[in-house]
């Protein structure tokens, strides 16, 4: 088991910048993928950004990427999400999600996911 709570979400202006971070807590962090996926507003859940468990690999949608960086700390067992040049279109509840393998994470096949945090950006 393992629980993932996230933090850092809030409201900020287009072009400000938030760092988003999910700890977590039970099983051994570093035998996981993490990623991030939003839900905005009437849409469906989407894949964000995932990294593999010595950060050796990182993946990104097409629309953040050059705007956001995921990393992760084994040590802290937590994983980040710095999001820069934000768009009103990056409105959404941000979820940390965590599986064993990248592709089944992708898919939103996560084994863990957290509550979410609300990220709100103004234009």
């Known amino acids: 088991q393992v629980q993932l709570v996230e933090s850092g979400g809030g409201l900020v202006q287009a072009g400000g910048s938030l760092r988003l971070s999910c700890a977590a807590s039970?099983?051994?962090?570093?035998?996981?993928?993490l990623g991030w996926f939003r839900r905005a507003p009437g849409k469906e859940r989407e894949f964000v950004a995932a990294i593999n468990r010595n950060s050796g690999s990182t993946y990104y949608r097409n629309s953040v990427k050059g705007r956001f960086t995921i990393s992760r700390d084994n040590a802290k067992n937590t994983v980040y999400l710095q999001m820069n040049s934000l768009k009103p279109e990056d409105t959404a509840v941000y979820y940390c999600a965590a599986h064993p393998d990248y592709a089944p994470l992708s898919w939103g096949a996560a084994d863990y996911w957290g509550q979410g945090t609300q990220v709100t950006v103004s234009s």
């Open positions: 039970g099983d051994t962090f570093s035998r996981y993928v």
